[in-house]
């Protein structure tokens, strides 16, 4: 493979307008290779599941897709190996066929070297054509758009080697150095807001300059009824009391869907919960509970159910995002280095942790807001097609880079998810 000297481009400075966006460039690709150092080329491989990829895949896609939507939107660029579009493609059809998802952890080859080989070669081409100004205005924007692509598969790529190493009987670390530090109780307080007509969502990007995915735009109004957000997430001692109480042996607190799951599955306890009632797994391996951190790891329909308990609701996104719209994206996200959810210190009403720890899942649908438009031509396929059968939930998890996240971010999953960072805030109806 031909490598071009990344050192020689870097020794240009380039224009004004791209030495920013190169820097984060740099920044984002070498997190995901930090994120990947403490795994094997064997860990690198495994896919636990079908919603699931391994780890080796993360970091080839997110080569792939600046290799194919910024470095090929030049019509004479020549592919570092054309024949992997087919398996490192997720699901742009509009692009080419792609390799089933399910099989992901089939690809014994390229291997892990080729595939960090792949990346250095592909960065030095693009830094390359970066630092010449070589790149125009709108494939700049498509560069922009990866950088925050590459930090959504970042968090996959730590909750995917998370369930895969959970099911090894062994229980392995993925990091055993990671910091717990136990909480302390706190009280829940009440934030209530009276009926009020509101702007919500992200101006269209680029447009308003400040970067934000397709789907959180346009801004629009909603009327959003009275109602009150608890303080904080709900925490693992609040779902054990669930729990113990039987709130999965109860059909009246449940969804049909989620019931349905409940009995097929045998769910009796959060994902990662070890049936001894004191332990869970981490990404450090197996550790003692903090029953003062929030809970994750759960369903929308184990979120719903709690709720319904604990005579509350789950908030909507609008209100989530009303609460939210104010506060600084700061908390235990990402770069804290705790990988993990932890006990909040903000006493008070609050609202506390609306960042980071555990993402919030709502009661809203993931659709489309009123005059939404996807972005042009294959990126389009990003997020629109996926809005159907799916749930929003917002403030980002302990995986989420800090950079990457904002108040108006919609994340969704199917109900049924748990293997991602998920808790629940609940809310309540004011008169």
């Known amino acids: 493979m031909r490598v071009i000297s990344s050192q020689a481009a870097g020794n240009r400075e380039p224009p004004p307008a791209e030495q920013a966006l190169a820097t984060r460039y740099r920044d ?32 080839a896609h997110t080569t792939w897709f600046f290799e194919t939507f910024v470095l090929g939107a030049d019509d004479a660029y020549v592919p570092v190996e054309p024949r992997w579009d087919l398996l490192f493609n997720s699901y742009y059809n509009s692009v080419g066929p792609f390799h089933v998802r399910a099989q992901r952890g089939l690809l014994s080859r390229p291997t892990l070297a080729e595939v960090l080989d792949y990346r250095s070669e592909v960065d030095a081409r693009l830094l390359e054509k970066l630092h010449a100004g070589d790149i125009r205005d709108t494939t700049l ?41 136990p909480g302390e109780p706190r009280l829940v307080h009440w934030n209530g807001a009276e009926e009020q007509e509101l702007g919500m969502g992200a101006a269209p990007w680029p447009d308003a300059g400040r970067f934000a995915y397709d789907n959180e735009s346009p801004r ?40 349905d799951r409940v009995q097929a599955e045998h769910w009796q306890r959060p994902l990662y919960w070890h049936e001894d009632g004191a332990r869970e797994f981490t990404l450090a391996g197996w550790r003692e509970r903090d029953p003062n951190a929030p809970v994750c790891h759960i369903s929308l329909y184990e979120a719903d159910a709690f709720a319904r308990w604990a005579g509350a609701r789950l908030p909507t996104e609008a209100e989530w995002e009303h609460t939210a719209g104010g506060q600084a994206v700061s908390g235990n996200l990402l770069d ?42 294959s990126l389009g396929e990003y997020n629109g097609k996926f809005m159907s ?5 917002r403030g980002g998890s302990c995986a989420t880079p800090a950079s990457h996240i904002r108040a108006t971010y919609r994340n969704f999953f199917p109900p049924h998810a748990r293997w991602q960072f998920s808790g629940l805030r609940l809310a309540k109806d004011l008169p």
């Open 220 to 259: 629009h109004r909603v009327l959003l009824p009275a109602h009150a957000l608890a303080s904080r997430p709900v925490s693992n001692a609040e779902f054990l009391e669930f729990v113990a109480e039987g709130g999965y042996e109860d059909p009246s607190l449940w969804l049909s869907d989620g019931w």
């Open 28 to 59: 984002v690709r070498a997190c995901s290779l930090a994120l990947a150092a403490p795994l094997s080329a064997e860990d690198a491989m495994l896919q636990s599941m079908p919603d699931a990829s391994p780890a080796k895949w993360h970091l």
């Open 141 to 181: 924007q498509v560069l922009e758009l990866g950088t925050h692509h590459e930090q959504q598969h970042q968090e996959l790529l730590l909750t995917d080697i998370k369930h895969a190493l959970w099911c090894n009987p062994l229980g392995p670390a993925y990091r055993k150095d990671l910091a717990a530090t």
């Open 336 to 377: 804290a280095d705790h990988l993990h959810p932890q006990a909040g210190t903000g006493e008070g009403p609050g609202p506390h942790q609306l960042f980071g720890d555990v993402w919030e899942w709502t009661s809203s649908a993931y659709v489309a807001y009123p005059g939404f438009r996807p972005l042009p031509g």
């Open 389 to 393: 059968g799916q749930n929003i939930l």
